[in-house]
């Protein structure tokens, strides 16, 4: 793992109660090389004054969207500026814990995999709105059927990639269904994506969790879109 670079990408949209919180635990994951790249997608609640003033001297690369694009759109931008050997996902929120890095990356270290997803339903116990765990398992039983992946977690953020893999990817959409373009596309690539149990802290729709009805929808149509 020393010789190894791992480039976290944080995509960051109306934050400012989380970014310095999950930068914090980012940089105190136990990773030795690392870079740390945050794509601020037009926030306007002030996080861009935090990120300006807190956070510029603390990461590899701020790279800021001067529309709101999405998701999508800032994991697009944040890939495209990596230089590690991994690339992985962290949302700006502390659903997920940077401290397992090295248990969803080490697969990729090993040669074992190209792809791996951190799935939140591998030995762990059901957490979060129970309409969105059943929309969640519905939508990776329907994408499994297309891709023929096994995957119990299409929908996670820990996403970890071999950066020559992701590079190639031409990611179009713009938010949410990022999520099932990127399973069907590297599917395509003939790719076998593998799976190792994380932890989950889902925060409530009070506290700003972003994903809603429409993005489901969309999922469903993106899984039939790229398939």
């Known amino acids: 793992m020393n010789n190894t670079k791992l480039t976290i990408v944080i995509p960051c949209y109306n934050e400012r109660e989380n970014i310095i919180k999950i930068l914090d635990k980012v940089e105190q994951s136990p990773v030795p090389n690392k870079e740390i790249i945050v794509v601020d997608d037009m926030s306007t609640d002030g996080t861009r004054d935090i990120l300006e003033s807190q956070v510029r001297n603390r990461v590899d690369q701020l790279i800021y969207h001067e529309q709101n694009g999405g998701k999508g759109a800032a994991l697009k931008t944040g890939f495209a500026h990596a230089t590690g050997d991994i690339v992985i996902v962290q949302d ?20 074992k995999a190209k792809v791996v997803y951190g799935s ?16 969640n398992k519905f939508l990776t039983f329907l994408s499994n059927i297309f891709t023929f992946q096994r995957l119990t977690d299409m929908e996670t953020c820990y996403k970890a990639f071999r950066r020559d893999v992701i ?14 373009e990127i399973t069907a596309k590297i599917s395509d690539m003939r790719i076998k994506i593998k799976e190792v149990p994380i932890s989950y802290y889902p925060r409530t729709n009070e506290e700003g969790k972003k994903i809603g009805f429409k993005d489901g929808l969309r999922a469903i149509y993106c899984i039939f879109k790229y398939h």
């Open 120 to 135: 939140r339903f591998l030995d762990s116990k059901a957490k979060g709105y129970f309409a969105n765990r059943m929309a």
């Open 92 to 111: 700006a929120d502390l659903e997920y814990d940077p401290m397992e890095y090295p248990k969803v990356i080490q697969p990729i270290i090993e040669g």
């Open 167 to 180: 590079q190639k990817v031409d990611i179009q959409e713009k938010r949410f269904g990022f999520e099932p």
